[in-house]
């Protein structure tokens, strides 16, 4: 056995694709401040390794804002520090992480009411109201 054998050796595996991703953001942030649609990025579908999905939120943050929806499993939708970017992982019945989600918006589509929805509660409401 050498003295060499004796140095502790770590392996790092990077994929690369956290700083583009975080370009990709700031460049969705300008053109949501230019007036343009909002942007919605997938992380399930990127290649990522080990650590560095940790690394993106780190690098984000944690904003002022979060939210919490019930429906076919657990959401969490909260604010990055960086106000209109938003991190929204979907989780099953199980509470398995099954999606996540950078939104690049004023606020994310999940929270807006849709407008059948809408039309449902003026029926409740003039319901309750004429009874």
Do not use: C
């Amino acid at each position: 056995m050498s003295s060499l054998d004796t140095i502790p050796v770590t392996t790092e595996v990077a994929t690369g694709n956290v700083e583009p991703l975080l370009h990709e953001i700031r460049h969705a942030l300008k053109r949501l401040a230019g007036g343009e649609q909002g942007t919605t990025i997938d992380l399930k579908s990127l290649p990522l390794a080990p650590g560095e999905e940790e690394r993106i939120e780190a690098t984000l943050g944690t904003g002022e804002v979060r939210a919490e929806v019930d429906a076919l499993g657990p959401t969490l939708i909260r604010e990055t520090s960086y106000p209109g970017v938003w991190l929204i992982t979907h989780k099953n019945a199980d509470n398995a992480v099954v999606a996540r989600f950078i939104e690049v918006t004023y606020i994310p589509e999940l929270l807006r009411s849709q407008p059948e929805d809408i039309d449902a509660g003026i029926d409740r409401l003039e319901s309750e109201l004429r009874t």
